[in-house]
C-alpha cells in the first residue's frame, strides 16, 4: 500500500494545485517540479526514516553528562533530509530555496511523518526561521535564519515552564539588559535570561553545529517586578553556542544547561528537554545569565511566537494524520493476511470450510473504513490548509484575506481532528491485529504511543476548544465563521445527484453548529459558553470533515478501486460519524453545566 496515488490524487485531481504556476512566484514550477520533490522525499523516508523507527523507539536519546547521544541513524536521516533542500524548500530562490508552493511542500513532509514521525524532519528548524524571517532584523535573518535553512544549525520553541504549561502568562523567565550598550549589539538587544524551560523538544542535541532556541520571557519593569499577564512577554534568540555577526561560533558555550530528559511514551526519536537558562553552569564572560538577543519590540514576544506556533499546530496535525494513516496501512495489510473465522451464511458457519481473512468480516471492514475516513479526511483537510497558506501569501488581496480569516477557523480543527481521530484510528488499528497488535512485534502499538502526544501539546485538546468556540468563531464579527460557511454552501450546490442526501445532511450539520455557536453565547457569560467547548469543537470537526469528504467525493468519480474506496469513506463518514454531533451539541446549546457544577468533594 503506498501513499503516493492519495497525496497524487490530493494534489492534482481535488486542488489542482498545478494552477498555482499562473502565480508570478511559482512561475516556474509544473506538474513535473512537483512530481520530482515528491519522489526524492518519497525515497529519502523509505530509506533514511522508515527502517529505523523501532530503533528510535528502543534507543532512547541518553545524556552522558556532556552530550546527548542519539542512535546514528537518526544523524543520518536528518543529514539526508537537510541537504535534500527541504528545510528551505518555501524559501526564495536568492537565498537558497525552492520557491516550492507550501502545498508541495507540507504534502513532501507528510513522507516523513508516516516513515518516522519520532526522527523528525525539521518542522522546528523551518518554522524557526520562518518566525525570524517574519519578525527578525536583517542581521537576525542572515546569522540565524539562514544557517537553519542549509542545515548548519537547529531551531527550538521555549515556552513552556513548569509552572506555566497552557497559562503562558504565567512565564517567569526573567530577561535583564545586559549592561552598558545592551541595546547597540549588533545582533539585536542584548539581555541576560534566567530561568527554567520544560518540555523543549530538540533541547540538547549533537546533530547540528548549533542550536538556536526562541525563548518567552518577561522584562522586569523598573521595580523589577514582572508585568502580569501576556502583554509582559517577549521573544528573544538565545543561541546554545555564541555567534559572531557572520554566524560563526566564537568558541564561547551559552549559559543555557540541560538540566534533564523527560522519558516519554512515545515519541522518543526526539530529545524532550528541561533546560535551565542562566543558573552559571556556563558563564558567559565571567556572569551567570544566558544571553539572548529581542525579536521584535519587547511585549509583542507571543504575538510573534504565534507565527511559529500556528505552523507549528498545521504541521502536528500532519504528524497526527500520518500516524493515523500508517496504522490504517499496517492493519488493512494484516486484515489481508490474518486468517479467522468463517464466513456467515444463512445456514450458518461451516465448521468443515476453510477459515476467511479477516478483513472478509465486516466488522473489520467497519474499523478500516473508520481509520480511512479519519486519516485521509484529515490529510485533505491539511492539505486545504495548506493551499489556504499558498492563498494567503500570493493570491489577490481580497482572496488572501478570505485565506487568511479561514485558516483562523480551521487551524484549530487542523490541529485537534487528527489528534483525537486518527488516535482513535491507531486504536483501531491495534483492535484489528488482535492481541498481536497489543505487543512490540507489530508496529501499531507505537504509532499509538507516538500519537498520544498530539492532544497535548501545541495547546492541549481543551485549549484549542476554547480557542475555537472562545474566539476564533467570534473574531471579526464572525467573518471566518461565514466564509467557512459559504464554501460548505458551494460544496451543497455542486453536489451531484447521488450525493444529495449527504448534501442535505450537510446542510443541516451546518445549521446545527450555526445554531449551537449562537446558544453558547446566549447570556454572554464565557464561563458558561466555554465549559462545554470540547463538545462543541467534536461537532465543528465532524462538520468540517464531512465537507471535506463530500468535496473529495465529487472529484472521486468512477470505478477505479481508489475512487471507489474514497466513495465509501465519504459515505462511511456521513452515516457513522456525522450523525454523532446531535449529542455533543446539545449539551453546549443547553449550556449544560452538569460538568461544572459538581462539587470537587463529589469526586
Ligand atoms: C513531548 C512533549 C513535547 C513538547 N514540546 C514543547 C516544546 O518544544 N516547546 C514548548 O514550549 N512546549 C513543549 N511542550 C509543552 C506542551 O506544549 C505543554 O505540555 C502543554 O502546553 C500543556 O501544558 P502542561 O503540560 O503544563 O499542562 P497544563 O497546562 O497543566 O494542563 C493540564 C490539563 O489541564 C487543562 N487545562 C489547563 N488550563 C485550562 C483551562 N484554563 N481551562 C480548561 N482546562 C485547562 C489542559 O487542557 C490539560 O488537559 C511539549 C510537551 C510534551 C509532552
Redo the contacts with the bound molecule.
Keep these: 500500500m503506498s501513499l503516493r496515488p492519495t497525496v497524487d490524487f490530493l494534489l492534482y485531481d481535488w486542488l489542482n494545485v498545478p494552477d498555482l504556476q499562473s502565480r508570478e512566484r511559482f512561475a516556474d514550477h509544473s506538474r513535473e517540479t512537483f512530481d520530482a520533490v515528491l519522489d526524492t522525499c518519497e525515497r529519502i523516508a523509505r530509506e533514511k526514516y522508515a527502517p529505523f523507527n523501532r530503533t528510535v523507539d528502543i534507543e532512547e536519546p541518553k545524556f552522558d553528562g556532556e552530550k546527548v547521544i542519539l542512535p546514528q541513524a537518526t544523524h543520518d536521516a536528518c543529514r539526508a533530509y537537510a541537504e535534500s533542500g527541504m528545510l528551505s524548500a518555501a524559501q526564495d530562490y536568492d537565498i537558497g530555496g525552492m520557491q516550492l508552493p507550501y502545498t508541495v511542500e507540507a504534502a513532501a513532509n507528510a513522507f516523513f511523518a508516516m516513515a518516522s514521525v519520532s526522527i523528525g524532519s525539521g518542522m522546528?528548524t523551518t518554522g524557526n526561521a520562518n518566525l525570524l524571517m517574519a519578525h527578525g532584523t536583517d542581521l537576525q535573518k542572515q546569522v540565524f535564519a539562514l544557517n537553519e535553512f542549509n542545515g548548519r544549525f537547529s531551531g527550538?520553541?521555549?515556552?513552556?515552564e513548569p509552572q506555566a504549561?497552557?497559562?503562558l502568562s504565567d512565564v517567569a523567565t526573567r530577561a535583564v539588559p545586559d549592561g552598558e550598550g545592551f541595546e547597540s549589539d549588533p545582533l539585536g538587544p542584548r539581555y541576560r535570561l534566567r530561568g527554567n524551560?520544560m518540555?523543549?523538544?530538540a533541547g540538547e542535541h549533537e546533530l547540528t553545529e548549533n542550536i538556536i532556541h526562541l525563548v518567552l520571557a518577561k522584562i522586569p519593569d523598573a521595580n523589577g517586578q514582572l508585568v502580569p499577564g501576556v502583554k509582559g512577554i517577549s521573544l528573544f534568540i538565545v543561541p546554545k553556542k555564541l555567534v559572531d555577526t557572520n554566524g560563526q561560533l566564537t568558541g564561547e558555550r551559552n549559559d543555557v544547561a540541560l538540566a534533564g530528559l523527560n522519558h516519554?511514551c512515545g515519541?522518543r526519536g526526539t530529545t524532550?528537554t528541561l533546560l535551565n537558562f542562566g543558573e552559571g553552569k556556563y558563564p558567559v564572560r565571567g556572569e551567570a545569565g544566558a544571553v539572548g538577543y529581542l525579536v521584535g519590540q519587547p511585549g509583542e514576544g507571543l504575538k510573534c511566537m504565534f507565527h511559529m506556533m500556528n505552523e507549528a499546530r498545521i504541521g502536528v496535525g500532519m504528524a497526527a494524520t500520518m500516524l493515523g494513516m500508517a496504522g490504517y496501512y499496517a492493519s488493512l495489510d494484516y486484515a489481508k493476511n490474518r486468517p479467522q473465522g468463517r464466513a456467515m451464511t444463512t445456514a450458518g458457519k461451516n465448521a468443515a470450510s476453510p477459515q476467511v481473512r479477516i478483513i472478509e468480516h465486516a466488522d473489520i471492514k467497519r474499523m478500516l473504513l473508520a481509520q480511512k475516513s479519519y486519516s485521509e479526511g484529515a490529510l485533505a483537510l491539511a492539505l486545504f490548509c495548506a493551499r489556504l497558506v499558498d492563498e494567503q501569501h500570493t493570491g489577490a488581496p481580497e482572496a488572501a484575506n478570505e485565506a487568511r480569516l479561514l485558516l483562523e477557523v480551521l487551524t484549530p480543527i487542523a490541529k485537534s481532528f487528527p489528534s483525537e481521530w486518527c488516535l482513535e484510528a491507531n486504536s483501531l488499528a491495534i483492535q484489528i491485529h488482535g492481541g498481536y497488535g497489543y505487543t512490540r512485534d507489530f508496529p501499531v502499538e507505537q504509532y499509538w504511543r507516538d500519537n498520544r502526544?498530539n492532544m497535548?501539546?501545541?495547546?492541549?485538546?481543551?485549549?484549542q476548544a476554547?480557542d475555537l468556540l472562545g474566539r476564533k468563531v467570534l473574531m471579526e464579527e464572525g467573518q471566518g465563521l461565514k466564509l467557512l460557511a459559504a464554501r460548505m454552501q458551494a460544496t451543497i450546490a455542486k453536489a451531484s445527484g447521488e450525493w444529495q442526501s449527504e448534501a442535505r445532511q450537510l446542510a443541516d450539520a451546518l445549521q446545527q453548529v450555526g445554531a449551537a455557536t449562537q446558544a453558547a453565547w446566549q447570556g454572554a457569560q464565557p464561563a458558561e459558553a466555554l465549559a462545554n467547548a470540547v463538545p462543541y469543537l467534536q461537532a465543528f470537526g465532524h462538520t468540517v470533515m464531512a465537507w471535506i469528504w463530500l468535496d473529495v467525493a465529487q472529484s472521486a468519480q468512477g470505478d477505479a478501486s481508489a475512487h471507489v474506496g474514497r466513495r465509501a469513506a465519504a459515505r462511511y463518514f456521513f452515516r457513522y460519524e456525522l450523525p454523532k454531533i446531535g449529542a455533543w451539541l446539545q449539551v453546549v446549546s443547553r449550556r449544560d453545566s452538569t460538568c461544572a457544577d459538581v462539587p470537587e468533594d463529589a469526586f
Design positions: 522546528l527550538t520553541m521555549c515556552l513552556s504549561g497552557s497559562s524551560k518540555w523543549i523538544s516519554k515519541w524532550n502526544l497535548i501539546h501545541e495547546g492541549t485538546h481543551g485549549i476554547m
